[in-house]
């Protein structure tokens, strides 16, 4: 394991890591525990590796985009394990590793001979994380699962778009990204644990309790009246006006969370007289007059272009902010300013930029030491690193047991 200084020693420097994972979720959850300081090793198959390594629109000089996005801080092996030699090699591996990440469908690596049982007896510290479609129990356990599918399970899509409109999915990958999250805190609680009791225990989420996690507002709502909130396209289900609305030139997103904000707000629009007014004196008067309410404020707004609107507001203390593209967002000073733009130099596709980790910590922040690996390019220095001598290394890559980078 390479030695880090103090000053570059992340908060999980000593942890180590094996990614037997692939796509997003595992990935997500490997890359953040690397940016912090892990020792994370990403285990391949031979044959093409993992499957976002196949994505090929976008690429860079070659390489997949949605790769690079989200492995870069990892050593990589590329390994059959369905070949006897290569699951000795896993095995060997697990030995001493703290964690195991994997999110293949459930019984995949116990028909393998590589489940918790197997690998808990060689190591019994070992924290194995595993993140399904659907979770390891309940009568859904052995059916795979995807992000979209998912979305669609959870009920997220029927809250997403615009009342009346088709059910659609967010516009981002959410159970999945949600998902490794939650598996990185669960490692992270199983780790506390390791490090009071020498014991490592099985830390398991799920695409489809990674959905549901984002209904904390909307299920409020059907537990406490027995109704399904529908879609209400940008405005929020507890509180108005907090949404998007047209400008002149385009749009903002004005938050009148409170009623302090509403107040400002009528000051802002000219329209004083809507804070006696019955129907719009509290949030919820206004959430019963929407109708009539939303209307009366896009006519004000959009006779003045954005940047107007974000100005007035911002000086008189309303939440207030712009609907930015990707682009925007990505080189918005504030953005640049957080560090969530990391800019990296890979051996194949050139200069190269991912996003940052979100989580910031003054004594051991984040490092990123390397990008994304190349399909088994840390192959060999890890086999010696475990015991192999060069000429079973050599065996094994003309076995097809590893493969190497080219």
């Known amino acids: 394991m390479p030695t880090d200084t103090p000053s570059q020693a992340g908060a999980l420097a000593g942890m180590r890591v094996l990614e037997l994972a692939q796509i997003m979720a595992g990935p997500t959850c490997g890359m953040m525990l690397a940016d912090l300081g892990a020792d994370v090793i990403k285990i391949e198959k031979t044959d093409g590796g993992d499957d976002a390594r196949g994505y090929r629109d976008p690429q860079i000089n070659g390489v997949s985009a949605p790769f690079l996005m989200l492995n870069r801080n990892k050593r990589a092996i590329a390994l059959d394990l369905k070949h006897p030699e290569g699951r000795a090699v896993l095995l060997r591996m697990v030995r001493d590793a703290d964690v195991l990440i994997e999110n293949f469908r459930k019984g995949t690596l116990e028909k393998l001979g590589l489940g918790y049982d197997v690998l808990s007896e060689l190591n019994p510290g070992l924290i194995y994380c595993a993140i399904s479609g659907y979770g390891r129990s309940g009568p859904a356990a052995d059916k795979g699962g995807f992000d979209l599918i998912a979305q669609g399970f959870t009920g997220l899509m029927s809250i997403t778009g615009e009342p009346g409109g088709p059910p659609l999915r967010t516009g981002n990958s959410i159970a999945d990204i949600n998902a490794g999250i939650l598996a990185a805190v669960g490692i992270l609680a199983a780790y506390q644990h390791k490090q009071k009791t020498g014991r490592g225990q099985i830390v398991e989420t799920s695409l489809i309790e990674a ?98 609107w974000l100005q007035v ?34 051996p194949e596709a050139g200069p190269i930029r991912t996003i940052g980790l979100p989580i910031k910590l003054t004594e051991t922040p984040a490092q990123y030491r390397r990008p994304s690996p190349r399909l088994g390019e840390d192959t060999r220095a890890l086999l010696a690193e475990y015991g192999y001598d060069g000429q079973q290394i050599d065996g094994m890559v003309k076995a097809g047991v590893v493969r190497e980078a080219r």
Request: no cysteine.
């Open 211 to 308: 959905g549901l996690q984002q209904l904390y507002w909307h299920a409020a709502i059907h537990f406490a009246t027995g109704e399904s909130p529908g879609p209400s396209g940008s405005a929020h289900v507890l509180a108005t006006p907090y949404q998007a609305f047209p400008t002149q030139d385009g749009h903002i997103i004005i938050g009148g969370a409170n009623e302090k904000n509403w107040e400002r707000i009528a000051q802002v629009l000219g329209r004083p007289e809507w804070l006696e007014d019955p129907r719009y004196r509290r949030n919820s008067d206004r959430m019963r007059h929407r109708d009539t309410l939303l209307p009366e404020m896009a006519a004000i707004l959009k006779t003045r272009p954005s940047a107007h």
């Open 313 to 346: 507001f911002d000086d008189a203390g309303v939440p207030v902010g712009p609907v930015h593209s990707v682009g925007e967002a990505l080189s918005h000073p504030q953005t640049l300013a957080r560090g969530m733009v990391v800019e990296q130099t890979h």
